[in-house]
């Protein structure tokens, strides 16, 4: 205590100072006092195990259990094989009357210390606890064997013992400071090098730790293990081609080493190899087919080959032969919610928060989760808990900083993300997601500056180049961008994102038979629809379709099931039947316009037992984007429709009636607003009051189209400026209503947005109001879209001027009240 207190005085924040000071005073029986030293101590180390450890024990003596938990948590996931912190938490668990939980945790100890005779003790007062007095004598008897043992082991630890035992505790400084001591006076002792170089390690000193174990190789170069530690090592620094050459030969070595066995699996799988690393995992589990890590790394390998079914498969094997693994549930319940089964993802999810409640990782799953069911704000409060445990959890700031964006809260989303920049200013990803978020803002000087200094951080990184691409794109640089897509794919040329960008590219530019080809990418993308979905009959691959039915599902939104539904006619004219899946939105309107087919109105979920009512049963299915591959590969193969959709005429004829109650005069309807913050909202949404010239042409009466809540906006334009706009929320709440109003109005005015597509659809005319660098699905330039013959562009000339924009549209306005 005295050596403690007078480092103090020299150096009143050294955190080791503060915890033995604190050890002192708890073993001196003042528990206050310890606790205020043990949590100075993390407050200037939270990253040592050992002091959260010593904490927990303070506080379990207070009688403060939960809180003790959490300190022991805390321990045991900063070093997961710390076995005296598991045993003491299971300490805990039975002092709350967990007995079950105890059991566990004192499992664990056993198991990461098999000499540990406490654990044993303890295992069987909670067997005891429980009513079983058979494995209560089994772990008694295992007890007394090992304090039998110990009597005649060497009580004299030494330096290089000591060392030992506080790199045991997580005390890493403590043990790098005693096996030096100890290899002061023996140079060559190649034990206390292998206890020097695991603590430089856990001190951060990664090259210093290399160095070490590099001269315990150079003693012994046939020492498998020293191979595995530079191995492992090598692979924290990135050079894991290096690290695999050295594990390869441990196992040459040490044919059935687990470590080496298990390390490879990993390493094969961050270079790529998922197919060697499963080759690995069943390799190992031939020697241990009840090791949980094996099964849980076997499941990751399956999972990366997209064998589903197995992979689900061998993570819960991992679960059964460890209940308490919490990368196993939290990696199946990833499984579950990537494959849209979210009630059970969650479910699974929440059996691991259970077991350990301050997981970072557990508590970002579920944030996964929750974003997927729409819960918005739940999801954000997980990744805020996962950060508050790990501020420098970038993965979480991202997925808030995204929340926010596709809520449209552009500037909370920029400023999360310049958060996590504070945090990782070497995170290459975040910067990119800045750019983006800057982007989304028109603010592109700012945007391309964030890309440069990605790049300038991570020279030639694939994600930095593709976003490149994309802001090129939407800027004007058409060549610029392409070929910065085709380095980024030459960087990383298996990039499903980078090589979709470039597909979408292509497409705005008309190059649609190499456009659409890769389209396809969209289908191996985590976000399409389709890639969980399971069928009971095959894709359809372009084979003949005569006398054979096909079902069309949807995987995009709204506008895109109308857009891409301009080919079911094709479709319908070779094959003998065809069903179609659609937004229920459609139904009315599908079924109408589509008398061949049977349509089938339903909310998407993964769920497919309906397809079996079908009548008559499909041969092949399709999801609805893939059609065009197949009827719109140029061009001239876009028909001169005049409409591909129909609405009710009896709605039409009302609506009619209603729009001429509003006296003489064109009757136009009007969008203004399109898509949220990520989809380009700012740059593609005009306000009321911009509009103010083409709303004071006489003899016009414009109606709401708008399907956002813009009634405030409405109103205020009528108490300023007397201008009144026309809304009818019955007419936007009902799609086969909306598709009647459209139809009974003289033309459409309005942004690029859903309604575009439905105008188009049904044949009416449209003028649409296109920003600079528009949306591939309008094109980089012409006044017409191939979709729909009725539909006229009037483009930006600059990035945010609608001047000319606006003019042309009153140009055209005045020629149609003359006409």
């Not at 080791?16 to 000071?21: F, H, Q, R, T, V």
């Not at 772990?139 to 035992?165: N, W």
């Not at 790049?455 to 593709?466: H, I, K, T």
């Amino acid at each position: 205590m005295r050596c403690a207190e007078q480092a103090l005085q020299h150096a009143p924040r050294d955190p080791d100072a503060l915890y033995l000071a604190g050890l002192a005073q708890y073993r001196g029986g003042d528990l206050a006092a310890a606790e205020t030293r043990l949590r100075q101590a993390i407050q200037a180390d939270a990253r040592t195990p050992a002091f959260h450890s010593a904490l927990g024990n303070v506080l379990q003596d207070r009688g403060a259990l939960g809180e003790a938990i959490s300190a022991y948590q805390r321990a045991v996931r900063l070093k997961p094989d710390f076995a005296e912190a598991h045993n003491d938490l299971g300490t805990a668990y039975f002092a709350q009357g967990n007995a079950a939980r105890a059991i566990q945790s004192y499992l664990r100890a056993a198991a990461l210390r098999p000499g540990h005779a406490v654990a044993h003790a303890n295992l069987g007062s909670a067997y005891r606890k429980l009513g079983l007095p058979r494995d209560a004598r089994r772990a008694m008897q295992r007890e007394l064997l090992l304090r039998f043992k110990s009597i005649f082991r060497r009580t004299s630890k030494g330096p290089l013992g000591l060392a030992r035992e506080e790199l045991e505790q997580g005390n890493s400084r403590l043990a790098m400071h005693l096996a030096r001591g100890a290899l002061a006076s023996r140079p060559g002792n190649r034990a206390a090098l292998e206890v020097l170089a695991l603590a430089q390690e856990a001190q951060g000193l990664r090259d210093e730790a290399l160095a070490t174990f590099g001269r315990a190789h150079a003693l012994e170069p046939s020492d498998a293990g020293v191979r595995e530690e530079i191995a492992r090592l090598l692979a924290q620094a990135g050079r894991k081609q290096e690290a695999v050459g050295h594990l390869e030969e441990a196992l040459r070595l040490r044919p059935r080493s687990w470590r080496a066995m298990a390390a490879l699996t990993e390493l094969y799988l961050a270079l790529g190899d998922a197919q060697r690393s499963e080759q690995l995992a069943r390799r190992a589990l031939g020697l241990w087919p009840r090791d949980a890590a094996l099964h849980f790394r076997l499941g990751e390998a399956l999972f990366r080959q997209h064998r589903v079914p197995e992979a689900e498969h061998a993570l819960r094997e991992a679960i059964a032969f460890d209940p308490r693994s919490v990368p196993a549930r939290v990696r199946l319940g990833d499984l579950l919610r990537l494959g849209g089964r979210l009630e059970e993802a969650e479910a699974c999810l929440k059996e691991a928060a259970a077991l350990d409640d301050a997981s970072p990782a557990v508590l970002f799953a579920l944030g996964m989760v929750l974003k997927e069911r729409g819960h918005s704000a739940a999801a954000i409060r997980r990744f805020e808990e996962a950060l508050r445990i790990e501020p420098g959890r970038a993965q979480a700031l991202q997925q808030i900083g995204e929340i926010l964006r596709y809520d449209n809260q552009l500037e909370q989303a920029e400023r999360r993300f310049r958060e996590g920049l504070q945090e990782r200013p070497d995170r290459v990803a975040l910067l990119v997601d800045l750019a983006m978020v800057l982007g989304d803002q028109m603010r592109y000087a700012e945007a391309f500056a964030a890309i440069d200094q990605a790049l300038a951080r991570e020279p030639g990184s694939a994600l930095a180049l593709a976003s490149r691409g994309v802001m090129l794109d939407v800027t004007g640089s058409e060549a610029e961008a392409m070929r910065t897509f085709r380095e980024a794919l030459a960087r990383a040329p298996g990039d499903v994102d980078i090589g979709y960008n470039l597909a979408i590219c292509r497409l705005r530019h008309a190059d649609f038979a190499e456009g659409w080809n890769g389209f396809e990418l969209r289908r191996r993308k985590d976000s399409f629809i389709g890639k969980y979905r399971s069928f009971p009959f095959p894709e359809w691959a372009g084979e003949p379709l005569a006398g054979k039915t096909i079902l069309v599902y949807p995987e995009q939104g709204l506008g895109d099931e109308i857009m891409y539904g301009s080919c079911i006619r094709d479709l319908a004219a070779t094959a003998h039947h065809v069903a179609i899946e659609c937004d229920k939105k459609l139904g009315a309107i599908f079924t109408r316009s589509f008398p061949g087919c049977t349509v089938s109105a339903r909310a998407r979920t993964m769920a497919n037992d309906w397809v079996r009512h079908l009548d008559p049963q499909p041969d092949y299915q399709v999801p609805i984007g893939s059609l065009p591959s197949r009827f719109r590969n140029h061009v001239q193969a876009f028909p001169a429709h005049a409409g591909y959709l129909r609405a009710d005429a009896a709605k039409v004829a009302a609506w009619r009636e209603r729009l001429a109650t509003l006296g003489p005069g064109l009757k136009i309807g009007l969008s203004w607003q399109g898509g949220v913050g990520h989809t380009g909202r700012l740059r593609r949404s005009l306000t009321l009051e911009q509009l103010l010239p083409l709303l004071r042409l006489p003899g016009m009466h414009f109606v709401s189209l708008q399907y956002t809540d813009v009634a405030a906006e409405i109103a205020g334009l009528a108490k300023r400026h007397g201008i009144q706009v026309h809304h009818w929320p019955e007419a936007i709440d009902d799609y086969d209503e909306t598709a009647a109003l459209v139809c009974a109005l003289d033309q459409v005015l309005t942004v690029c947005t859903a309604i575009v597509h439905l105008t188009g659809a049904l044949g009416r005319p449209a003028t649409v109001m296109v920003p600079f660098g528009s949306d591939w699905r309008y094109g980089a330039s012409g006044a017409r879209m191939p979709w729909y013959p009725s539909v006229r562009l009037i483009r930006q000339r600059a990035i945010g001027d609608w001047a000319n924009v606006l003019e042309a549209v009153m140009q055209r306005l005045r020629q149609s009240a003359v006409g």
